[in-house]
């Protein structure tokens, strides 16, 4: 009797032990995917659809919804809406730690309503406050895309032309993988300094 009762002991503790093993590897897997960034390879990537507030015309609160992948319209480069994200200075990836870039964004966004192209200019200019107010309040999630894909980058990268033409290229993609309910049309520097 006392055999089986040291077996169960040893058997106890060896399924507590991978019991507790698994709970560990589930919780850094969880957290892992939630709070690494989405340049970093993962088994699956979280996309987070925001709800949209729609107004109603009768001066009640708007209502919020969540967009539908409903087909936008033909928007060519200069048509958007542009959204400037501010200048910013940030560290290049240099041993040394000593090479910046000064750099101030505009993003063009593809408007989110349909008959964006048949409004009037007032219609227009009261939904682009509006759509300004809906990006002004995603902005941290712009800034850290920049932020993060401008400091993973070095000063060769970024020098040449074709080094500037694959940063637009790369915020655009980036920003379009984090914010899915906007289309981003194009992105524009118009200050881009690195020392």
């Known amino acids: 009797m006392s055999k089986i009762k040291a077996i169960l002991k040893i058997l106890f503790r060896v ?15 969880s957290a892992y995917i939630i709070f690494a960034p989405d340049d970093l390879p993962k088994p699956f990537y979280l996309q987070y659809i925001y709800p949209t507030p729609i107004p109603t015309g009768d001066g009640a609160a ?5 967009p539908s992948p409903t087909p936008q319209p033909d928007i060519r480069p200069g048509d958007g809406i542009m959204v400037n994200s501010g200048t910013k200075i940030i560290n290049l990836a240099d041993p040394t730690g000593r090479k910046y870039i000064r750099v101030t964004v505009v993003i063009e966004f593809a408007p989110t309503n349909g008959n964006y192209t048949q409004m009037t200019p007032e219609e227009k200019a009261a939904y682009t406050t ?8 995603k902005m941290p999630m712009i800034d850290d895309t920049i932020i993060t894909l401008l400091s993973t980058k070095t000063f060769d990268e970024l020098y040449t032309a074709q080094g500037k033409e694959d940063v637009r290229k790369d915020i655009l993609d980036q920003v379009n993988v984090r914010l899915p309910e906007y289309r981003v049309i194009s ?9």
């Open 15 to 29: 399924i507590t032990f991978l019991s507790s093993l698994i709970v560990i590897g589930v919780s850094l897997a």
């Open 130 to 137: 509006a759509f300004n107010a809906e990006i002004t309040a």
């Open 62 to 66: 708007p209502i919020a919804v969540t």
């Open 187 to 195: 992105v524009y520097f118009t200050e881009f300094v690195v020392q």
